[in-house]
Structure formats: C-alpha cells, structure tokens
C-alpha cells in the first residue's frame, strides 16, 4: 500500500488559503473540513491540511513560525513537465502567492521553481526527466 502524506500548515485566514489552493490545483475533500481545517487534495497519496491558528497549536507546545520571516521547511512537489512547473507558479502568483522566491532551476534534465503561499509557507515544483537524470548519472560513474 502507498503510503500517504498529510502536511499539516498553519494558516491566517482559511477561506483565503482554501481558495489560494484551489486556485493552485489542489480540490477541497469536505469530508475532513470544518471552520477550523480543511483538507486539500493534491494527489491520491498527497494531502494539505490547513489548519487555523487556534487549532494547529492543539497539536503542538511549539510558538507557530511566521513563515514570512523565518524558514520552517521547503515542500516540494513533482509536476509533469517544465510547462506544469511554471503553470503551477503562474496560478500560485495570480493567487496572490510570491513566485520565485528561490532560484530557479535549470539543469536540463531537471527543472524547477518555487513560490510561497499566502502565509509565507515556501513550495517547490519540480519536473526531472528521469531516463536523462539516469543516463547522466551512469555517464559520471
């Protein structure tokens, strides 16, 4: 069985973060969304969970981080080509994201981009071709 990853991410305003990430690809599953959280899909095995302030702290003693100011983590997600890549940053930015925040990256072979969401949280989108990615690595060895 797959296993399945659920990324928990404190959020200011949920409605604005249930609509940033619908604008972004990800689907609304009502199933596990209240006032307090909702679950956004990405993929069968990658969920979203935003949760409010008030309940991300039930789950922690930890200050929440103001990704704004401070680096938490750096989520990344596959996309199917470098045409997705940049579509994905593209709606990430027309829904009031920050695109690029990190360098891009182009090695031929693999191709990516990043943006942040509304509350700073940092995203990757990354297109590899992995049959060149192989053909590179056994050519250095």
């Not at 991410?9 to 990800?26: R, T």
């Not at 997705?84 to 090695?107: C, F, I, L, R, S």
């Amino acid at each position: 069985m797959s296993k399945l990853i659920f990324v928990n991410l404190p959020v200011a305003d949920l409605p604005k973060s249930i609509a940033f990430y619908e604008a972004i690809g990800a689907t609304l599953n009502p199933q596990f969304t209240d006032e307090t959280a909702a679950c956004m899909v990405f993929s069968e095995t990658i969920h979203v969970m935003l949760l409010t302030h008030p309940k991300y702290s039930q789950f922690t003693q930890k200050p929440i981080a103001d990704a704004h100011a401070t680096s938490e983590v750096l989520i990344c997600v596959s996309a199917d080509s470098r045409d997705d890549v940049d579509a994905m940053t593209e709606k990430a930015e027309k829904a009031g994201g920050k695109p690029d925040v990190g360098p891009k990256q182009d090695y031929g072979f693999m191709y990516g981009r990043s943006f942040d969401d509304l509350d700073g949280h940092h995203w990757e989108v990354m297109w590899m071709d992995m049959a060149a990615a192989q053909a590179q690595a056994a050519e250095k060895a």
